[in-house]
């Protein structure tokens, strides 16, 4: 591994991102353009597939949310936090309402999505 590899959290990695949250505001207040179920879903199944074809593990250490990231919440790039928890530079879906309506860590909720898919489908 070099310097690179070590330092740079987006180093190796895939993005995926949703068009919405226009005028968004922390944490659950997602303007006039909230991410729609369909583009939840849509990339929780992205995930799966992604996960199945790359043979990359659904958990916290391969799958997070921007916000996760930012936090550091794996503790594997040695950065100082900028997410929800550390000032909130980095809130991306941070929080979604899971499937009982409840607001619960947006990663978590992707991640049980994407798993319910990888065994379903």
Known sequence: MNKDDKDMRNTKAIGLTLCCAYGATYPH????YPPTDAQIETIAEVLAII??????PIDIQNIMTHAEAADNIDGARPHAPYGPQNG??????YQLQDYDGQWKSGGEVLRGKAIWYQQNR
């Open 51 to 56: 996960s199945r074809e790359l043979n990359i």
């Open 88 to 93: 909130c530079e980095r809130w991306d879906l």
């Open 29 to 32: 207040n997602f303007g006039q």
